[in-house]
């Protein structure tokens, strides 16, 4: 059983570019966050989705937008890439239908982002 | 806002002595969801412990357990007889009780743990 799986696992990329991070969510699970991590931080809550919908965000600005496909799988897309952007991005996955004490957060290895 | 305070930044261990990290929280709420995160240097966040605020009990699983007083929000991280593999970053996290299942974490900025052979 794979776990959740992120691609690309690094990306350079040039100030004012576009990129696309992809998930793959851990098999059976239907909910998708991400988080960016800067180095030398704790990771920072960027949105959620749920049922193709994005159900929670952070405080980011809308560069920073998202997907969920009907496989569960999610994108994100960051435009305008500023140097500030440049962290590790995490992908999370659980099962919507298990909540509280039942919720088991499951993690990517993240996509390692550098903007020059 | 929930906040999560770690501040130790670094922290060094003998290897099967015993080592707490920690950990105070900031939060109105009075239910919420507490974890120690491991991030080894894989970079996957992997779930060390977690404790429920209604709870009194302490968790532990195994060699980790936790001394979580919820009056100083306070969650500190004990483990026992350390191991090489335990090197790593911790984090502290917090979650909502209220704002419903799989709801967003909120992470401290982690603690560097080595572990001296």
């Known amino acids: 059983d794979a776990g959740v799986t992120q691609s690309p696992t690094h990306l350079i990329k040039t100030r004012g570019q576009q990129v696309t991070l992809r998930c793959s969510p851990k098999s059976g699970h239907d909910t998708v966050s991400w988080y960016q991590q800067a180095l030398g931080q704790g990771p920072q809550f960027i949105f959620q989705?749920?049922?193709?919908?994005?159900?929670q965000r952070g405080n980011f600005p809308d560069r920073f937008s998202g997907h969920q496909f009907p496989n569960y799988s999610s994108e994100l897309n960051v435009n305008a890439l500023l140097l500030g952007d440049s962290a590790l991005y995490l992908c999370?996955?659980?099962?919507?239908?298990?909540?509280?004490?039942?919720?088991?957060?499951?993690f990517g290895s993240g996509t390692q982002l550098s903007v020059l | 806002a929930q906040t999560v305070t770690q501040s130790q930044p670094e922290m060094s261990v003998q290897e099967a002595e015993t080592v707490t990290l920690s950990c105070t929280y900031d939060t109105s709420e009075s239910d919420y969801y507490l974890f120690w995160y491991k991030q080894p240097p894989s970079r996957q966040m992997i779930l060390v412990i977690r404790q429920e605020a209604y709870k009194q009990q302490n968790a532990t699983e195994n060699r980790f357990s936790v001394n979580f007083q919820k009056a100083a929000k306070s969650f500190s991280l004990k483990i026992s007889d350390s191991q090489l593999g335990d090197a790593a970053m911790y984090f502290c996290a917090y979650r909502s009780y209220y704002t419903g299942a799989n709801s967003k974490l909120t992470f401290g900025k982690g603690i560097t743990l080595s572990v001296r052979p």
């Open positions: 989705y749920y049922e193709e919908e994005e159900r």
């Open positions: 999370a996955s659980s099962a919507h239908r298990d909540s509280g004490t039942n919720e088991k957060l499951f």
